[in-house]
């Protein structure tokens, strides 16, 4: 698996964020390698990354100096996508990424584009081919990622890798920000409202993985069969999101599982946390 130096300050824009963030990137610079490495030579038309949250491109963790963000190290892969598709709504983390993401050679033009998710993903989904191979990086801030986009991906051959923030968002304003109001941002979200009762159904220690459990169902309803699962916590252990991994196809499970099997602090597990 491809390993990167560290980014060195450049004087743009650098958002600060937590450490789990490189948690994730982990499993998403080991997933990415496998995926175009083993792609690269079968007959799709092309191999393309979207990233709907992008980012500035480079972090600061918290305490621990600075990191890539998912789009430059999508651009950095050994064998490159055919095409990156990078959408921030953040204009001055726009004007950096693409500053920075033209430092990095690429065998097509990036397409970059700064707007709303939501919005982004017509102009994004126009320029992928029928017949290529697409990951998704899905990284919001918040509940910010509508069902509806998701339906959209759902149209091409598009394994989805989905930072979904059961603990940070959905749990700590469902009672106060999304109950009872309809077509609230948890609905859009899931895109469905079952979620309320199915989570007064259950005792609360299992309120998280309901609201998981009800994505996934949704999910499902778009083709996706294959699921694995991460939790992204804090250091001192506190669930924050899990990742979400979700293909059509069995090889594509059968790939990150590999992947996901070494751990960022370098043990190997052989089952995998739902």
Same mark, same amino acid.
Do not use: F, R, W
């Given at each position: 698996m491809f390993e990167l130096e560290p980014p060195k300050d450049d004087g743009l824009s650098i958002e600060q964020v937590g450490p789990w963030s490189a948690h994730k990137h982990h499993f998403l610079r080991r997933y990415i390698d496998a995926f175009t490495t083993s792609m690269k030579s079968k007959s799709w038309s092309g191999l393309h990354y979207i990233d709907l949250f992008a980012g500035a491109g480079i972090e600061r963790l918290r305490g621990n100096g600075l990191d890539w963000g998912s789009p430059l190290? =999508?651009?950095? =892969?050994p064998h490159r996508f055919s095409r990156l598709h990078l959408c921030e709504l953040d204009k001055t983390k726009f004007q950096a990424l693409s500053t920075r993401i033209g430092g990095f050679d690429q065998p097509g033009e990036p397409q970059l584009l700064n707007g709303d998710a939501n919005q982004a993903i017509d102009p994004i989904m126009n320029q992928i081919p029928e017949r290529s191979l697409t990951l998704a990086f899905l990284d919001p801030y918040g509940l910010h990622l509508h069902f509806s986009t998701l339906q959209k991906l759902a149209q091409r051959r598009t394994d989805l890798v989905i930072f979904f923030p059961d603990h940070l968002d959905a749990l700590r304003n469902w009672e106060n920000v999304y109950q009872g109001k309809p077509d609230s941002n948890l609905d859009r979200v899931l895109g469905t409202d079952v979620w309320y009762d199915r989570m007064? =159904?259950? /005792? $609360?220690?299992n309120w998280a993985a309901t609201l998981t459990q009800?994505? =996934?169902? $949704?999910?499902r309803t778009l083709g996706y069969s294959q699921f694995e699962y991460e939790r992204i916590a804090r250091p001192q252990? $506190? /669930?924050?999101y899990r990742l979400i991994f979700c293909s059509a196809d069995k090889a594509g499970a059968h790939l990150w599982q590999r992947v996901a099997s070494k751990k960022p602090g370098g043990q190997y597990t052989f089952g995998f946390e739902q």
């Open positions: 190290i =999508a651009a950095q =892969a007064m =159904a259950e /005792p $609360q220690d009800v994505y =996934a169902e $949704q999910i252990g $506190q /669930p924050l």
